[in-house]
């Protein structure tokens, strides 16, 4: 069992549409992070978030977290070729654990 | 500057035999981590160094496998008695202190196949 489930598994679409993508947990979670990786490279990191319902904006991705720390959302305006790849959302479960804690992904296509 | 590196980037070998994976952190970090990722999944944690010693194992999911991190630098991540089931892209990470939302910086990765 995934501790955090990510939604949809895949995503096909045209450029400049827009799109969000979940992830959902029936754990808390004290901070939570978005990564995108590429075909043969480690995942790189998007952004952190860390208050319940706090937003935060790079450039056309907005990225939530939810107010119980259980899930959180990336939104992506206007996709681009350049958005395609792989997302992951990893959480830090407030144990004293450092390890990140990552979903299955959602595997992006952006068509030109 | 140089982020994290692995090496060998591809390893191909038999059921049963031994294999010794290298990863060289970013320099001046002193957490390290270890992640597996399968085919179509996000990574899963191995293992976490803070210096020299293993700060939690409890990813590692059998005693075949093992990892060092002898001068709290580079770290090798050694499998014993290689089986199918292990191959898969083994992801090396590196952190400046290891502290809450320390950003871990990913390496390439090496892909591991059992045959």
């Known amino acids: 069992t995934q501790l955090l489930e990510q939604s949809p598994q895949f995503l096909s679409i045209q450029e400049g549409e827009n799109l969000t993508v979940y992830c959902n947990s029936s754990s808390v979670f004290s901070s939570l992070q978005w990564y995108r990786q590429e075909p043969g490279e480690g995942p790189v990191l998007l952004v952190t978030v860390v208050t319940g319902g706090e937003v935060k904006k790079l450039k056309r991705l907005t990225f939530q977290f939810g107010d119980a720390r259980k899930d959180s959302s990336l939104h992506i305006t206007a996709a681009q070729p350049g958005d395609t790849g792989l997302y992951l959302c990893?959480?830090?479960?407030?144990?004293?654990?450092?390890?990140?804690?990552f979903g299955s992904g959602t595997r992006l296509q952006v068509q030109p | 500057g140089a982020g994290v590196s692995q090496t060998p980037s591809n390893k191909v070998t038999e059921k049963g035999k031994y294999v010794e994976l290298r990863c060289d952190p970013i320099s001046g970090h002193t957490a390290l981590y270890w992640y597996r990722q399968s085919l179509g999944q996000g990574p899963e944690f191995l293992i976490y160094f803070q210096g020299t010693g293993a700060a939690d194992d409890s990813g590692l999911p059998n005693d075949r496998f093992f990892a060092v991190r002898p001068e709290g630098s580079v770290s090798t991540l050694k499998i014993q008695r290689t089986e199918r089931g292990d191959s898969a892209v083994y992801l090396c990470?590196?952190?400046?202190?290891?502290?809450?939302?320390?950003?871990?910086?990913f390496g390439p990765g090496t892909r591991l196949t059992v045959l």
């Open positions: 990470a590196s952190s400046l202190r290891g502290t809450y939302t320390d950003e871990q910086f």
């Open positions: 990893a959480g830090e479960r407030n144990t004293g654990r450092r390890a990140l804690t």
